[in-house]
């Protein structure tokens, strides 16, 4: 069973850093896209950041939102990823899942296609 979880949610105050990170297991991820979303209250989901990495190239895609302040990246051992969230604003409040995908970091961001999910995590900027 292919569970992904996320931690490292939290409250912090407008300007600060913040990482996420999540742990997938059941399967090895090698050639996935591996990404972020998030969703605000009473908003829709929105793609947030992707990356894959294979042995010879590493590609990211970001959201204009996000361009700039967050950072995807992968630990060595493929299964685990993190979304580095620097220059926190009020807006970037939402609860943030993981998502990985057999497409290309770009395919995720902008077509949504998601194959396994992860339950969440919440973060909160005050202003």
């Known amino acids: 069973q292919v569970q992904l979880v996320e931690s490292g949610g939290g409250l912090v105050q407008a300007g600060d850093s913040l990482r996420l990170s999540c742990t997938a297991s059941?399967?090895?991820?090698?050639?996935?896209?591996m990404g972020w979303f998030r969703q605000a209250p009473g908003k829709e989901r929105e793609f947030v950041a992707a990356?894959?990495?294979?042995?010879?190239?590493?590609?990211?895609y970001y959201a204009d939102s996000v361009k700039g302040r967050f950072t995807i990246s992968r630990d060595n051992n493929r299964n685990t990823w993190y979304l580095q969230m620097n220059s926190l604003k009020a807006e970037d409040t939402a609860v943030y899942y993981c998502?990985?995908?057999?497409?290309?970091?770009?395919?995720?961001?902008?077509?949504?296609?998601?194959?396994?999910w992860g339950q969440g995590t919440q973060v909160t900027v005050s202003a």
């Open positions: 990356g894959r990495w294979s042995s010879e190239t590493a590609t990211t």
């Open positions: 059941g399967r090895t991820f090698y050639s996935y896209a």
């Open positions: 998502a990985a995908a057999w497409s290309t970091a770009q395919a995720m961001g902008t077509t949504g296609q998601v194959h396994y």
